[in-house]
T-cell receptor
Framework: NAGVTQTPKFQVLKTGQSMTLQCAQDMNHNSMYWYRQDPGMGLRLIYY???????DKGEVPNGYNVSRLNKREFSLRLESAAPSQTSVYFC????????????FGPGTRLTVT | AQSVTQPDIHITVSEGASLELRCNYSYGATPYLFWYVQSPGQGLQLLLKYFSGDTLVQGIKGFEAEFKRSQSSFNLRKPSVHWSDAAEYFC???????????WGAGTKLIIKP
């Protein structure tokens, strides 16, 4: 039981490049989330998926897109990376939205130059 | 607006000493409260949670927290810290209006040998 896995662990992009961050969970959870973590700002929600087939914007969705590929997988795409998107990205999952208790992946450290 | 404040960015404690990390929240309804821990280079792990009932809650790794409605606080405590407790600690409030977690900025715990 791996929990929540994320790939890659590290990535360096040039401004304007695109990439997709992958996330998968094996806990049969319904809800999944993407956060970014910046120093002194805690975690900010980018997008979430309450259940398979649905996605919704969080606090900071601009510059990102998501896909809930199936119940297990939830990807985050940066279409045209900007230096302001340099951050650590975390994927999380929960049994359902209202359960609140979220399980986190190890994170992806992204640098945009 | 809903918010979570962790007043201390860093706290340094000697190994074996007691610990208290502060968390204050601003939320109109009865809050769902959480403490998470993030070890260096890792994702976040749930330490404990409060939904209702006994205001003193026990968590993993010997941590406890007390909900004080009158002070809008949910402080984390441990009677005797170990070097392995060095990490960043995040307080969060679950907003029943949209089922999202509102995060504090985190407190970094440094353990002196």
């Amino acid at each position: 039981n791996a929990g929540v896995t994320q790939t890659p662990k590290f990535q360096v992009l040039k401004t304007g490049q695109s990439m997709t961050l992958q996330c998968a969970q094996d806990m049969n959870h319904n809800s999944m989330y993407w956060y970014r973590q910046d120093p002194g700002m805690g975690l900010r929600l980018i997008y979430y998926s309450a259940s398979e087939g649905t996605t919704d914007k969080g606090e900071v969705p601009n510059g990102y897109n998501v896909s809930r590929l199936n119940k297990r997988e939830f990807s985050l795409r940066l279409e045209s990376a900007a230096p302001s998107q340099t951050s650590v990205y975390f994927c999380a999952s929960s049994v359902r939205r209202a359960s609140y208790e979220q399980y986190f992946g190890p994170g992806t450290r992204l640098t945009v130059t | 607006a809903q918010s979570v404040t962790q007043p201390d960015i860093h706290i340094t404690v000697s190994e074996g000493a007691s610990l208290e990390l502060r968390c204050n929240y601003s939320y109109g309804a009865t809050p769902y409260l959480f403490w998470y821990v993030q070890s260096p280079g890792q994702g976040l792990q749930l330490l404990l949670k409060y939904f209702s009932g006994d205001t003193l809650v026990q968590g993993i790794k010997g941590f406890e927290a007390e909900f004080k409605r009158s002070q809008s606080s949910f402080n984390l405590r441990k009677p005797s810290v170990h070097w392995s407790d060095a990490a960043e600690y995040f307080c969060a409030v679950g907003a029943s209006s949209n089922y999202q977690l509102i995060w504090g900025a985190g407190t970094k715990l440094i353990i002196k040998p």
